[in-house]
């Protein structure tokens, strides 16, 4: 695939360009720390952002999305009939999604749009966007992209990989959604053919940067419930808050909570995101909660994760390697050292060691 | 602080070889720079994992709710602050606890820190009063003082109030300190910037709860936003659900807030949630001369009635 150069100028002038096009959200720091935002005229994304605090989930997923409207007038023929809400209505581009993030979007997709099940709101929002992606020179104490299906320089889930060096980009499109993008951008310039090797040392070095891994190797080999019944849980929970915040900032957390909120006669069906982290997350009807104490919760996120969406899809594990609930879960809970519990558990010398002692 | 770290070991290994307790709760390090994890031994092996240094900020008293047996904790001021408003409320029994006092010159605040260098920090280093912070190609040396949190800035209890035995020897008291700075800034506006401000204040909010789940204040068994037959407050990103939340647990707080920063230190989204109960604070202060977590044998003033109450709120 041919390589595109794009100089300050021009990814200025394009930026703007394709606003008529598409609406254009990108990294914007805003306070102490950068989110996706839609940009406004002449706002451009900023590519020396390392990566955003949450996710670019929202922009396909909103935390909030009303779904359906209805109104409870006896005197109206619509009484009572749920009405779709039409939630997308032009194309998107999400500038800037560092190839992890990118990674989460198919991830989530086994669960939205499935043979069995599609899920309108989001199919409608994904097929609208074009994912432009920016890969990373450099990595974060944190990442661990290498070993969960990608890398910094990883192309699964985007349509454009942008690499910079130094004030230069180079664009790639991957599909011909980007290819519509490069050129409604008017990025015409081919790069030169002796860019190739350089990108190949960006890559390189890039790799070599992250120095986070985790082992996942073994745990599929694993009974759900040797791993259900490992001793580790409740000690490895002991300061979990279950607080929201690994579920709310991680890419491929896709769970919703589905409420009705009516005022006066009329009223909205809305989805919002919940957290297995929850007690009410899975508090029946009956008041029995089968996830009655935190160590379950915990418990459940990681089984997820690591374990049943790995049964279930058969595809990898349920995690991109971003590394944002390690940094910002308020009490150090580590992913990397929950697989690696989960991937070295050996549950028959477990069994000797407790009978021993 | 550093030093406090051997003596809470060699007092944890005495009280759980003793059998005085069965576990001793404290921090162990965290997998990245300044965020320790609360932790906890239950043999005088498991002790060694046990640290301390400026980068224990959570309020243990979180972790011993309801707790049944005998339970060693390690307390700085506003924790132990927090025990004593636990005991007085019925969350614990002052008898079941040993309770290991630290003498604290306060915690350094990592939002701030990170946000002060644009690079990644790979370690953070406290000798002394003096922090050094180093990343990738840069390492800054500053006084710690300018990079304690701001609840420990202005903090006027650091020594604990109840304990069993003292980690180290108790510190000078800060003086000259005006808790309620911001409190008073946020007085002086009128309606509409006050408005605005809590407005902009809680615009991130993505209510993830990790404010109230932090607080050893918000132990209900079912919290008001959970409740759902019937359910009380709105799931969405709607701001008059998020500024319910935010404004009923202040309230929540009333005259049993210790301002130990829990709430602000772990909130994801950078939110000075002390905005709310910090004014409360001042409130209880200026109306009953109260202070939490200082007595045992005193009743808060939300609890109590006395015939000389200032009822100033509503004359």
Known sequence: MKLIKIDQQSWAAGIEKVKSDYRVFGPVKEKNDHEFKLLEQNEMPDVNCQNTRLSPKSIIYPQSQVMFTYSLDESKDDCRIMKEVENVKSPMAIIGVRPCDALAFPIVRRNFDSPEYQDTYWIKAYEATTFVGLACNSACGTCFCTSAGTGPFGEEGLDVLMIADGDDLYAKSITAKGESFIQAAGWTTEAESAVDSKIDELKTAAESSINSSVATDKIKNKTILELYDAPFWEEEAFACINCGTCTYVCPTCWCFDVQDETHGKSGIRMRNWDSCMFPLFTHHASGHNPRNVKYERLRQRFMHKLKYYVDKYDNGIQCVGCGRCIRLCPVNIDIRKICYKMNSFDAESCVCEATSS | ?315
């Not at chain 2, 006092?101 to 002060?116: L, S, W, Y």
């Not at chain 2, 790979?122 to 003096?130: H, I």
């Not at chain 2, 647990?249 to 909130?267: P, S």
């Open chain 2, 1 to 315: 602080m550093t030093e406090y770290t051997d003596k809470i070991k060699e007092i944890a290994k005495r009280v759980l070889t003793e059998g005085k307790v069965e576990m001793v709760i404290g921090f162990r390090e965290g997998s990245v720079p300044m965020m320790n994890q609360p932790h906890y031994a239950t043999s005088a092996e498991s002790v060694d994992e046990l640290v301390w240094d400026c980068n224990c900020g959570l309020n243990l008293a979180n972790y011993i709710t309801d707790k049944k047996g005998n339970i060693g904790i390690i307390a700085k001021g506003c924790d132990s602050r927090n025990i004593v408003t636990h005991v007085i409320e019925n969350k614990i029994k002052r008898d079941q606890l040993y309770i290991i006092g630290v003498p604290c010159t306060g915690m350094i605040d990592h939002q701030k820190i990170n946000a002060m260098f644009d690079q990644e920090i790979l370690t953070v280093e406290e000798s002394g009063d003096k922090i050094t912070i180093t990343g990738n190609g840069f390492s800054k040396t500053m006084s710690k003082q300018e990079l304690l949190t701001e609840n420990c800035a202005v903090c006027t209890h650091r020594n604990p109030i109840e304990y069993d035995e003292l980690a180290g020897d108790l510190v000078e008291e800060q003086k000259d300190v005006d808790p309620y700075a911001s409190v008073t800034k946020v007085e002086s506006m009128s309606a509409d910037e006050k408005w605005n401000y809590f407005e902009d204040l809680l615009s991130p909010c993505i209510r993830c709860y990790a404010c109230r789940n932090a607080c050893p204040l918000c132990y209900c068994p079912t919290c008001f936003v959970d409740e759902s037959r019937p359910q009380w407050v709105g799931k969405s990103q709607d701001p008059t659900d998020v500024r319910t939340f935010h404004l009923l647990r202040a309230y929540h707080c009333a005259g049993r807030c210790t301002d130990c920063g829990a709430c602000e230190r772990v909130c994801p989204m950078g939110i000075k949630i002390r905005e709310f109960t910090k004014k409360l604070n001042k409130d209880c202060l200026e109306l009953y001369g109260w202070e939490a977590g200082l007595s045992l044998d005193e009743r808060p003033p939300l609890d109590t009635f006395k015939t000389d109450d200032p009822d100033e709120f509503i004359k």
